[in-house]
C-alpha cells in the first residue's frame, strides 16, 4: 500500500483548489483556516486516487485575518476513505526530532497549467519560534513554497511521521517564497483538542485519555484552577490555558502521575454535580492512588414497603420517609386486604410526602418480585384532585433486599458499589428476541460481575428478572408494554431499547430516577401510534443504602 496516500488538496464547492489537507482518521482531515474562509463546504481530493469528495469545514482557532493564531480549521466527510490516516509524531519528541538540521517534506497544490501537486523540502526548529506560536520554515536549494501549500503536513519522508502543518509563505520573490511558517502539532492540538485522541502520548492509555477529554469538553481554565495548578505543580505555567483539558496535559506530561493524581481531584470542586462524580469514577477506575468516589447523598423519598403476608390474600404496608441519609417520619404498618393495597398506599404517601416539601424527592416501591411490574407511577399522590404519582420520580424496589437476612442485599451491595465507583451507568442491553433460556441468563449475569444495569427491549420474562435479582443487578429498566412483532429486524422492542439505551448512557446511576422522569414526560406528548421508551416505563433503582428499619409487623 502506499505510504502517501493521506496527502490530499481541498478547494471550494464550485471547483478550483484553495490549498492542502491531510488525513487523520477516515473522516476528517486538517487545513488551515484561512484555506477555507469563508465556506461552509468544500471539496477534497486524493491526487490519483478520489476526487472532488464533499467535505464539512469546522473552524477549530480563532483565526479571523492574516497573522492570527489558530489558524486550524477540521474537514469533515460525508463517508470514511479507504486509505490509512497519517502517523503523527510525539508531541514530546519534536525538539529532538527537528535537531541536526534534519530535512522534511511537504506537498502542496500551486496553480499551475497541469494542475499537479509540487513537493519541497524544508528545515525547521523550534529555536526558530515566533510569538509562541509557529516555527519558521527555510527551504532547500533549489525549492520554493507557494500559494497552494498552506495546509500542507510537514513530515520526515523517512519516518513518513507529521510533525507540524504549513500556515503561511513570505512571497518575497515575485509567486515564490523560500520562508515560511509552519504550526507544530503540539500547538495544533490546543485549538483541536480531539487531535490528543489520535496522538502517541506516553501518558495513562489512549482510551483512558480520550474519555477524560470528553469528560471535560467545554471546561475553562479559570482563576482558581490556575491557582490549583500552581499549588500541585509548585510553579505558576508561563502560559494561560485555552481548556481544563489544556492544563491537565500540561501536569500529566511534564510532572510525576502523582501530581496528575492530585490535579485531577482538586478539579472535581470546579465542575458541576454530575461531572463531579463521573470524575471521581473515572479517577478511582484510572489513577492508582486517587481516593474512590464517595457515595452522593441522594434525594428525599417517601419508601412504599409491601409485604405479603403469609396467610390470606393481604399484605402489611409501611410507609416511610428517608431524609439526609436517615430515616425520616412514617405512618405504622397496616395490613389490609389486596384490594385495598392502593388506597391505603395512595392515602400514605399523601400524608407523608408534606415532610418533603422544599425538596428533591422521590417515591420508592419496595414489593415483591411479581410486582415490580405495576404501574405506580400511574397511581395518585393527591387522590382528591386525581394527581398521579408521576409528577415525581417514581421507582420499584426488591423488597426481599430489605431484609437483613437476604443475600440479595448483600450481591447488591458490591454491584452498587461497583457502580457509585465507575461513576456512569454503561448500561447491558437485553434486545426483545435475545434467545436466553433462566439458566442461561443467570449464567451469563453471574459471569459478568461488572454488569451494573441492564436494559430490556421488552418486558423481561419471570425467569430473567429473577435471574438478575439474585445476581444483585442494582438497576433495570423496561417498558411494560411486550413486543409482539412476527419479524424483530426494525422491531417496536429494537426501537425502545436503542431509545432507552442511548438515554441512560454514561449518566451516573444517581440521576435515573430523574432520567426516567423526563422520558414519562416526554412520552405525553409523543405521537400515540408510536413506540416511545417513556411510555408505560419501569425503573428498578435499588440502592441498598436507603435501608429503613424493618416494620415490627414484619413477618420473616
Known sequence: MDDWQWRAWVGPPSGGKLGAAFLVTGTRLLTCAHTVRGLEEARVGFPGLREDLPARVVRCGDWCREGDPGDVAVLELREPV??????????????ERTSGARTFDVCGFPRRPDRNERHASVTTSPHRGMRREWWELKTGPGDWLEEGYSGSAVYDPATGEVIGMVTNAELR???????????PLSHIRAYWEELDDLLPLRWLTP???????????????????AADLERITGRRALD?????????????EGWAQERLVRYVAALGPHLPEAARHRLAGWSARHLPGAAPASPRPGPASVIVRLERVTFGNAFDVTVHTWIDGAEGPGRPTERVPERRVRTVVEAGVAAQAPALFGRDWMIE????????????EQWYIDPRQKIPMRRYPVVVRDVERLRPDSIRRDQTHHRWRLLNERGRSDPRPIACDTPRKGSDFQDWLEAHVDFCVLVYGSRPTKSWLTAALNNGIPVMLWTRTPC?????QDCRGHQV??????????????DLPQVALALRRAALIAPKDKPHCGRDLTLLWDDPSRLPDPPLAMEV
Open 365 to 376: 416501591f419496595a414489593v415483591p418480585e411479581s410486582w415490580l411490574g405495576k404501574p405506580f
Open 82 to 95: 479507504p486509505y490509512a490516516p497519517v502517523r503523527l509524531a510525539a508531541p514530546d519528541g519534536l525538539h
Open 240 to 252: 494561560g490555558f485555552r481548556s481544563a483539558w489544556g492544563s491537565v496535559r500540561y501536569v500529566a
Open 497 to 510: 431499547l436503542d431509545e432507552l439505551t442511548s438515554a441512560v448512557g454514561d449518566r451516573h446511576p444517581g
Open 173 to 183: 520573490h515575485g509567486d515564490r517564497a523560500d520562508l515560511g511558517w509552519m504550526l
Open 484 to 488: 409482539d412483532a412476527s419479524s424483530h
Open 207 to 225: 482510551d483512558a485519555r480520550r474519555e477524560l477529554r470528553e469528560l471535560l469538553d467545554g471546561v475553562r481554565f479559570t482563576d482558581p484552577l
